[in-house]
């Protein structure tokens, strides 16, 4: 391994052939921010900000889904923080709760099992999106609830899968020529699903950690690997080939593969999962909810999701749409690719 | 439709669009923490301020509401040079408090009122409908001798930027209450009276209070402020392990969790190393340190150097600073 000091070198004076290089974790989109990484390379490699924000490749029907359920009195709508402030066709759960219907915050799903029993009487219904790291909570919330007993909490599932929607982005001519690769998606399913990837489309790919070092390291593997399909792990503390096989088990326990639709995108084939039908009553209606409308015609969050677009390129980027007014979804979450660029003043 | 304020640019903006035009007048258009208006003597100033305190739950690890309500009107007296002196209070409390819960907070109000060495000297109690909520407001005034201008607008290129101790106690103490993780981090909510007090004999330009919205959120807005440009380091942001460990595993940023009983001061480079040992002898400021300078390059623009050598352009906190998600 080199040491930093070169390979910040190598970074900021590459003067190979352009490079764009993917990240799909919204929590690399936001450390390379933090890090200060986009002025630490060379004009040559550009950072695209992908599809890695599981609130923002939420189509505008789930919200509504939502919406509607909160109209019954008996529901009660629970989610994480980020997901209040998405709008879906025309509100968001922000705007309802506003309007006095009962949606509530919390920090871990397990969280609405304490809240259930105390009130028997009305239905909880999780918003339950994420990638293959929040999947596993989500399959031992349904353990959890039929050891229990319990029966007033539901899931809403907008459940999204990795390997698929890179598929998806390199069959639709997005410019991406290496994908820095999700660390915590991973950790779950190890590095071995992204090499059908790395070999079909001949890039590399490269596993990376959160911190400064860990990224600059993967970059310089990436950039080194150019042209070849291969995966490399630069996160080798965490994530291994085969990633936490009793992890995917408990997902398969609960779940199944299925289509799902990805805001601005359409759908993707077999990128989603779903509850399995024996455990149907847990689910509070996620089938179908494939409308996705934009709360602004303007608004670009598919290019931007897609690679195709750089945020502060969208033409409603930090004017009509910013954290405070939302536009897209991208705006909303802190790790939203529009949201990390405009707090953070990115003009790469 | 409002959005809960966290400190940060949506209670910037409510401020701006509601009460700016209304209240106008030229003490109060400076939005500082205490407003500094004539006193009765040619001369003489009073600094007077009030804000009012909400939190949940209202007794955590290292305070409550009472200690809260002293420390953050004190602090803001204190932070345009006052020596506080007369505080008020006035309870909003909902049916169905607990009445040991208020003798608690009331006693830490006492205790902490003594330690500042301020005396509480009017009050109020309103009882209302509710689910046993209490808020409290305190209000206060603090006398400035002649002749001191500590300002948000007078930090200057060549000044200095210290900050007194660790950061994001009060916040990832009162998160972990909420989100009952195991966790023993204390709140830092204190009154800065001592250390204040010693920083009189330096010519400081600035003294801020780190409160919502962080470190990030009050440094852009004095380098917005004073039309300067103001440069910090990552590496040399205090930020205790415990606290550290924490934002890792939630996601959250340090640089943007706030504080009750933290302060950053701002003065020319030669008082640095006098400032620095001030502030260090004094209660609740041991960790104090240098993080970074003042210069004229981008005048309004508040820049981080981070750890592995990139720049990270800083604004105001944007949002909630919720923990991710995944």
Redesign the interface.
């Known amino acids: 391994m080199k040491d930093l000091e070169e390979i910040k070198k190598y970074l900021k004076e590459y003067d190979g052939p352009e490079m764009n290089i993917m990240e799909v974790c919204g929590s690399h989109t936001e450390a390379v921010a933090k890090n200060g990484i986009p002025g630490m390379l060379s004009k040559k490699i550009h950072l695209l900000s992908g599809p890695g924000c599981p609130v923002c490749v939420t189509p505008s029907a789930y919200i509504d889904k939502l919406i509607s359920l909160s109209e019954d009195e008996k529901n009660v709508i629970v989610t994480f923080g980020d997901l209040l402030r998405v709008p879906g066709s025309e509100l968001s759960l922000n705007d309802v709760k506003g309007m006095g219907r009962r949606v509530e915050m919390v920090y871990s799903p397990l969280d609405i099992i304490t809240l259930s029993k105390k009130e028997p009487e009305r239905t909880f219904i999780f918003a339950a999106v994420g990638f293959e790291t929040t999947t596993p909570v989500y399959a031992l919330l349904l353990e959890k609830l039929i050891r229990e007993g319990v029966r007033n909490v539901k899931l809403l599932t907008a459940l999204k899968t990795m390997p698929e929607v890179i598929a998806y982005l390199m069959d639709n001519d997005a410019p991406i020529d290496a994908f820095l690769a999700p660390g915590h998606v991973s950790t779950v399913t190890g590095y071995g699903i992204f090499k059908p990837l790395a070999t079909r489309y001949g890039i590399p790919f490269g596993v990376a950690g959160f911190k400064g070092e860990e990224l600059l390291i993967a970059l310089y593997g990436i950039v080194k690997n150019r042209g070849n399909g291969v995966v490399k792990n630069y996160y080798p503390s965490v994530v291994t080939e085969k990633g936490n096989e009793k992890a995917e088990e408990v997902i398969d326990r609960y779940f199944i593969k299925t289509d799902a639709v990805w805001r601005g995108m359409g759908n993707v084939p077999h990128s989603g999962r779903m509850i399995r039908d024996e455990f149907k009553d847990f689910d509070a209606g996620s089938e179908g909810l494939t409308e996705d409308k934009k709360k602004n015609k303007a608004c670009s969050c598919d290019k931007v999701l897609m690679g195709k677009m750089k945020p502060a390129d969208c033409p409603l980027y930090g004017k009509v749409c910013n954290p405070l007014n939302p536009q897209g979804a991208c705006m909303v979450s802190q790790e939203g690719s529009c949201f990390s660029y405009y707090v953070n003043k990115r003009t790469d | 439709?409002?959005?809960h304020g966290s400190g940060g640019?949506?209670t910037g903006?409510l401020i701006e669009e509601v009460f700016k035009d209304a209240f106008s007048n030229e003490y109060l258009d400076k939005l500082e923490d205490a407003a500094v208006v004539p006193g009765p003597a040619e001369g003489e100033s009073i600094a007077f301020t009030t804000d009012s305190f909400v939190v949940t739950p209202v007794i955590y690890r290292g305070g409550n509401l009472g200690r809260l309500s002293i420390c953050g009107t004190v602090n803001d007296l204190l932070m345009r040079g006052a020596v506080p002196k007369y505080l008020t209070c006035g309870f909003i409390i909902e049916e169905g408090a607990d009445v040991e819960t208020l003798k608690t907070i009331v006693k830490s109000m006492a205790d902490t009122a003594k330690e500042a060495g301020v005396l509480l000297v009017a009050g109020d109690t309103k009882v209302i409908e509710g689910h046993g909520g209490i808020m409290v407001n305190t209000a206060g005034i603090g006398y400035v001798k002649k002749d001191i201008n500590i300002s948000s607008e007078n930090a200057k290129p060549g000044d200095v930027i210290i900050v007194s101790g660790n950061l994001g106690d009060h916040h990832a103490c009162i998160l972990s209450e909420?989100?009952k993780v195991d966790s023993d981090i204390e709140s830092d909510n204190a009154p800065l009276s001592e250390m204040v007090s010693k920083l009189s004999s330096l010519p400081v330009h600035t003294m801020r209070d780190v409160t919502r919205g962080g470190l990030g959120t009050v440094l852009k807005e004095l380098s917005v402020a004073s039309e300067t440009a103001f440069n910090i380091y990552e590496d040399k942001i205090p930020v205790s392990e415990k606290v550290r460990d924490f934002c890792g595993i939630l996601?959250l940023?340090p640089v943007y969790m706030g504080n009750e009983g933290k302060m950053v001061t701002v003065l020319p480079k030669e008082y640095e190393e006098k400032a620095l040992s001030l502030i260090r002898s004094s209660r609740y400021g041991e960790n104090a340190v240098t993080i970074g300078e003042v210069t004229d390059d981008d005048k309004g623009r508040l820049f981080?150097?981070?750890?592995?050598?990139?720049?990270?352009?800083l604004?105001v906190l944007?949002?909630?600073g919720?923990?991710?998600?995944?």
Do not use: A, F, N, Y
Request: proline share 3%; hydrophobic share 30%.
């Open positions: 439709m409002m959005v640019r949506s903006d909420r989100m996601g940023d981080m150097k981070t750890k592995i050598g990139g720049v990270r352009e604004s944007e949002g909630e919720l923990p991710r998600i995944c």
